[in-house]
């Protein structure tokens, strides 16, 4: 486990969505709630592995739709960038 701060992950969600982290909870929708597509997603994939310098396998990440699931994804099953 990551030990990460799910308000801190909220706020990097934000930023790159545009969105007001108060409007965003675990149960946000990535594509109903934030808009995002797939091409979206993807970014903010980027972005979160970027401020985390974790990594988490695309294959997981393809049928989750949820805040809360990425952000328990990244924390149990992120694994450290290799720089």
Do not use: C, W
């Not at 949820?66 to 994804?73: A, M, S, T, W, Y």
């Amino acid at each position: 486990m990551n030990n990460l701060n799910f308000d801190e992950f909220v706020q990097t969600i934000a930023d790159y969505t545009g969105v007001d982290a108060s409007e965003i909870n675990r149960e946000t929708d990535v594509y109903d709630d934030l808009y995002l597509d797939s091409l979206g997603l993807f970014g903010l994939g980027s972005q979160i592995t970027e401020n985390y310098k974790l990594n988490i396998p695309l294959s997981l990440v393809a049928s989750i739709s949820r805040v809360g699931e990425i952000f328990d994804l990244l924390n149990e099953k992120g694994t450290p960038v290799e720089e």
